[in-house]
């Protein structure tokens, strides 16, 4: 086993010389190991590691016990450990989202800190193999389209590094042989063999007849992996191209495209750029309706092969409308204009964390060092320091104005407006930052403010991007 990691590591460079590495561990046998292996290379790599075991408060006793195992065994080995706990009911009732996407969101907010603190280059995790053939049958049961079906990267961006997965050559059977021969009795979550979570099915009625015919299935699905990311990024380039000469109007909730101009193309582009209007129109948000094949074929097969005029709804609002050469596609433009509105009142963010407004989202980091790339107009960064108390997002309000980034004076909201000849119902929309004392800090797309700037002296800097279709623009 341990050759054919070293192969992957050395084929896919992703373990730099000298670098810092935080490793996930959740005292389980895949990260254990993976722990195991790292250290075991620590001085062929001349790396420095972390363990990061984080308690997701959600098994009582036992997922303390996990941390505490983790813990222990860095003790051991002399390798550091940062321990985090985090407070899982709390993330799903700030943002009303599921158990487990609340529990992965804030394991990587945690995983995030850490890499930062520790200046790390990347974050090692222990998916295998058969994690991978998993992610993949239950993508294309799902009907994944495009990169969607490829399974997990090799290595992803990742706060201030990378995502590093360098088990997955091997599978869970050899991670277990590994453990065993290494001495190691790792943690054993019982929630892995629940067959009401549909991984676990795959696990359990799947994955031993696939390895029956191959055992070495997982390199195959994982060479697909591969060759399904780096196709699909290709051809995405292509059709992005060829969508410059389709699309006849755009806008952030609205695309116009010319039908004759998209059926003269290769299917695989036609197909790519549907989905390029889609992903584009839910600005990136509720991936299970872009990513999903059959709204795309439906589409296409509507535009292509029936000559009916009329319309067709997709899931959250987005209408697809036709008429002679043009189609519109349209996304909740009615519900845009009657629902983006956090009414009078102002919205706390979740400073760090993600707040979700209406049609919008803020995500609010806190790192150590400045941006290298400039930033884009959806993105701020102030002093975390010089802040006193909360932020909030509101609407705009008679007589605004702001002190523009690098002025003395202040300026009219109105006239910012103006400037730049945003319309009366789109200014209506527009978010606006502004600190407890109701004082504008920044109006996302449009300027940002004097107020907290950052200085020589910043130590740790706040920073907030803004995702949104109903106002500005999205990128
Ligand atoms: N609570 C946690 N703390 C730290 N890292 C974690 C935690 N949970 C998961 N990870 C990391 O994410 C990887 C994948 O998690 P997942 O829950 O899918 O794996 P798993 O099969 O339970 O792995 P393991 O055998 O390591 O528990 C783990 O191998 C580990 O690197």
């Known amino acids: ?55 997701h408060q959600l098994r009582g006793e036992d997922s303390r016990k996990d941390l505490l195992f983790v813990e222990t065994f860095c003790q051991q080995y002399g390798i550091a450990f940062e321990g985090k706990t985090i407070d899982v009911p709390q993330i799903m009732q700030d943002m009303g989202i599921s158990v487990e996407t609340a529990a992965r969101l804030g394991r990587y907010q945690a995983f995030e800190e850490v890499m ?42 990742f706060a201030n590094g990378y995502i590093i997965r360098p088990f997955l050559s091997v599978t869970k059977e050899q991670i277990e042989q590994y453990c065993h021969n290494a001495g190691i009795v790792p943690r054993i979550d019982p929630s892995n063999f629940s067959e009401a979570i549909t991984r676990n099915r795959f ?85 299970e309706a872009y990513h999903q094949s059959i709204h795309i074929e439906e589409v296409l097969y509507w535009l292509s092969v029936t000559k009916s005029s009329g319309e067709r709804h997709l899931p959250k609002g987005l209408l697809v409308k036709r008429s002679y050469d043009l189609c519109h596609f349209i996304i909740g433009k009615e519900e845009a204009r009657q629902t983006f509105s956090i009414g009078s009142s102002k919205l706390r963010l979740t400073i760090p964390g993600l707040t979700k407004a209406p049609l919008a989202r803020v995500l609010a980091e806190v790192i ?25 997002l509101r609407h705009r309000k008679p007589g605004d104005r702001l002190r523009p980034l690098g002025m003395k ?23 606006f930052l502004v600190d407890q004392g109701d004082q504008i800090v920044w109006i996302p797309f449009l300027r940002r403010g004097e107020l907290y700037r950052v200085t020589s002296r910043t130590k740790r800097f706040l920073k907030l991007t803004i995702e949104t279709t109903a106002f500005g623009r999205t990128f």
């Open 1 to 55: 086993m341990e050759n054919m990691v070293e192969r992957f590591i050395q084929k896919h460079r992703l373990i730099p010389k000298g670098a810092t590495i935080v490793v996930g561990v959740s005292g389980g046998p895949d990260s254990m190991a993976l722990l195991y292996f790292l250290h075991q290379r620590r001085q062929f790599w001349n790396i420095k590691l972390i363990a990061c075991c984080v308690d």
């Open 116 to 157: 930062v603190k520790q200046q790390a280059d990347c974050l090692a995790l222990g998916h295998h193999g058969d994690d991978q053939i998993e992610t993949m049958l239950m993508r294309q049961v799902r009907g994944s389209f495009g990169a969607a079906r490829a399974g997990m990267p090799v290595q992803r961006t």
């Open 203 to 287: 696990r359990k009625h799947v994955l031993p007849f696939l390895k029956q015919e191959n055992p070495l299935v997982h390199l195959r699905f994982q060479e697909d992996s591969e060759r399904i990311r780096d196709d699909s990024l290709y051809l995405d380039s292509l059709a992005q191209e060829k969508l410059q000469s389709v699309v006849v109007e755009q806008s952030t909730t609205h695309m116009v495209i010319s039908i004759r101009r998209l059926i003269d193309t290769p299917i695989p582009l036609q197909r790519r750029m549907i989905h390029l209007i889609l992903k584009y129109l839910y600005n990136h948000d509720h991936k």
């Open 368 to 392: 150590h060092t400045y941006p290298t790339d400039s930033l884009n107009p959806n993105e701020f960064i102030c002093d975390f320091d010089l802040l006193e108390g909360p932020l909030y």
């Open 409 to 431: 004076g202040t300026k009219k909201v109105k006239d910012l407006f103006i400037d730049k000849k945003i319309d009366r119902q789109d200014r209506d929309r527009w978010l």
